[in-house]
């Protein structure tokens, strides 16, 4: 149980500002994705084959109207939960719940041949990422609900009768 105090202090040291940062750099994605699937109104292959067909292969974004929309709902998920965690000044569900995007990022990072990158993969795999990110997040906060507020040496407040 101290370890987990523990823990939760050093989270809790790090500030605001960091969990604010990783808030902000998850909706940045979410609007970008926002943006690509208004401004493709729904069908991203052929917007981006459109825009940026000269400089890539054909194939390149292949299959990317089945997966795009499925993609946004999960990333949305995500968004909203790491939101909902930093408004309950939760900054351990907040690292929880990003496990999954990173892994997956990493491993998009690592795994892609970059030349000519298979874009459907790249969205399938970070879209699996955030909803493992989210479904852990979301177990753990329900698992780990925290009690009463407590001093910074795990001892609750004296209540006044």
Known sequence: MESRQR???????????????????????????????????????????????????????????????????????????????????????LAVLMIGPVIAASIVLIDQHWTDPNWFVIVAVCSIGSLVGSVVGVAYWVLRHQGPPRSPDGVPPETST
Do not use: C
């Open 7 to 93: 823990s939760v202090q050093l989270l809790s040291r790090l500030g605001s500002g960091s969990q604010l940062a990783a808030v902000a750099l998850l909706i940045s994605f979410w609007l970008g994705l926002t943006g690509l699937l208004i401004a493709s109104w729904g069908q991203p292959e052929a917007f981006l084959l459109k825009t940026f067909g000269r400089f890539s292969r054909d194939d390149a974004f292949e299959h990317l109207n089945g997966i795009a929309v499925i993609a946004w709902a999960v990333f949305s998920v995500l968004v909203l939960i790491a939101m909902a965690t930093t408004r309950y000044g939760r900054p351990d569900v």
